[in-house]
């Protein structure tokens, strides 16, 4: 009765030799594929968030994570002050800052 759920197992031909060559190449391509496709530039572009953060300084015009924006009053260790209109001032992680904008850009502060 069992037998109607799991069908009898088939005797198979044995593989060819070369098989597990192929199948090492395959998977050194694959190892391959993902390293350039998906971890050298995750790490370029952690690299370069480093230093933009590294580079933060006083008066610089930046956008958070957030889409905020605003001009860095001070900066610490962890933290940064961003005036996001006169006399209003939060503070912020340093790394939700997305990007660092063209000096200028937030004109009415």
Same mark, same amino acid.
């Given at each position: 009765? &069992?037998? *109607?759920?799991?069908?009898? @197992?088939? @005797?198979?031909? $044995? =593989?060819?030799?070369? +098989?597990?060559? @192929?199948?090492?190449?395959? &998977? !050194?391509? *694959?190892? /391959?594929? *993902?390293? *350039? &496709? /998906?971890?050298?530039?995750?790490?370029?572009?952690?690299?370069?968030?480093?230093?933009?953060?590294?580079?933060? @300084?006083? +008066?610089?015009?930046?956008?958070? +994570?957030?889409g905020l924006?605003?001009? !860095?009053?001070? !900066?610490?260790?962890?933290?940064? =002050? &961003?005036?996001?209109?006169? +006399? %209003?001032?939060?503070? !912020?992680?340093?790394? =939700?800052? $997305? $990007?660092? /904008?063209?000096?200028? %850009? /937030?004109?009415?502060?």
């Open positions: 009765m &069992l037998e *109607f759920f799991i069908p009898a @197992a088939h @005797a198979q031909d $044995a =593989s060819p030799a070369g +098989g597990g060559i @192929a199948q090492i190449v395959m &998977l !050194v391509g *694959f190892v /391959l594929i *993902f390293y *350039f &496709l /998906l971890w050298r530039p995750q790490s370029k572009r952690a690299k370069q968030h480093k230093q933009l953060i590294s580079n933060l @300084a006083k +008066g610089d015009e930046i956008v958070i +994570g957030g924006m605003g001009r !860095v009053t001070k !900066v610490g260790d962890d933290f940064i =002050s &961003l005036e996001i209109a006169e +006399g %209003t001032e939060v503070n !912020v992680q340093k790394n =939700s800052v $997305a $990007a660092v /904008l063209p000096k200028g %850009t /937030l004109k009415s502060i």
